[in-house]
């Protein structure tokens, strides 16, 4: 790796002083349970803050303890997962929580390696949950931590990122100060979010401004970057995230469970029987996924398990539910 002169000691108590006193009111900043803290950093992936917080408030007040999710149906979890999108999170969450009920003794692991171990939690999630609820000094990387980083150490990372992933985790690990874990990674998360942004860099409110060597270039790269790429994007009302979100949405809505043929006609007003295998493709993939589960409808209206696709004629009329 390259030698590039870091923040000094000065530099990063600037930092740590300016987030006492400009730091947003996060409910998750408030707690070091470690449950919090990991449902908070699931929540947090792909979501604004601001989306989070109520959500945040009404899952906890539904599931308020590990045990308590841990022993959830699946199916009422995804269902209070609703508005947050990326369903499959709600799931990992869960999943994680039940390796540690059943391997842990309900009592979530502090080790960030042993945490990325559990379903669903990458090294930066197995980061957080250890500095933010255990108050560990490790170094992790986030979107807007890693733009920090990269800004302050190497100079701007557009068009091209001047630091490897691998070069800024190294430094994330090593510009972390002694007994100061939390409120470092807190104030570099804050300082990513609200004034380092990706497409605007307010230099004069920044405490790193001085020592970035970022700052003589960076305002003028963020003007002359093209704020669209030249390839048109998909739109995402035709998208399968858009497709597998509406048919969760429509499964929440129906406990007792939605045939194909209804699911068919609620994402296309022209659908018809032609379009069964193009239904079917997305429900494929959410029951691959853990997301929903199928069954036969019957004459009496009861269902039963049903192995595959594998009803002929009345192939439409198969229920598709949430996970009990």
């Known amino acids: 790796m390259t030698q590039r002169p870091l923040p000094s000691t000065t530099a990063r108590q600037r930092l740590i002083d300016w ?27 792909q979501t604004q803050a601001e989306r989070v917080v109520p959500k945040y408030h009404e899952f906890l007040a539904r599931f308020p303890t590990l045990a308590a999710l841990a022993d959830a149906p699946a199916g009422e979890v995804i269902r209070a997962w609703s508005g947050l999108g990326y369903n499959r999170r709600a799931l ?57 980083i990269h800004r302050v150490v190497a100079g701007p990372e557009l068009p091209e990122p001047a630091m490897t992933e691998r070069e800024v985790i190294e430094v994330a690990r090593e510009l972390v100060p002694a007994g100061q874990g939390y409120v470092w990674n807190q104030a570099l998360m804050e300082l990513g979010a609200t004034v380092c942004r990706t497409r605007m860099a307010e230099c004069a409110r920044c405490p790193l401004e001085r ?69 079917i493709g997305h429900v494929v993939g959410l029951v691959r996924d853990g997301l929903a589960v199928r069954g036969v409808a019957t004459s009496a209206g009861a269902r039963e398990d049903s192995p595959a696709y594998d009803a002929g004629e009345s192939e439409l009329d198969e229920l598709i539910r949430l996970p009990d």
């Open 211 to 279: 020592d970035c060597r970022a700052r003589p270039l960076v305002q003028l790269v963020l003007a002359t970057m093209p704020r669209s790429v030249a390839k048109k994007p998909e739109r995402f009302e035709s998208s399968n995230r858009y497709y597998r979100g509406r048919i969760v949405a429509a499964l929440r809505e129906s406990p007792d469970g939605v045939s194909l043929r209804d699911l068919g006609l609620a994402l296309k007003p022209d659908f018809d029987d032609a379009d069964a295998d193009w239904v």
């Open 19 to 45: 987030y006492h006193e400009h730091h947003r009111a996060l409910p998750w900043r408030e707690t070091r349970d470690p449950y919090r803290i990991l449902v908070s950093e699931i929540m947090l992936q």
């Open 92 to 148: 990992n969450l869960q999943r994680a929580c039940r390796v540690v009920a059943e391997e842990y003794g309900g009592v979530m692991p502090s080790d960030p390696g042993v945490l990325a171990k559990l379903p669903g939690i990458g090294p930066y999630t197995a980061g957080a949950v250890a500095c933010f609820a255990f108050e560990a000094d490790v170094g992790f990387v986030d979107t807007n931590i890693r733009r920090v």
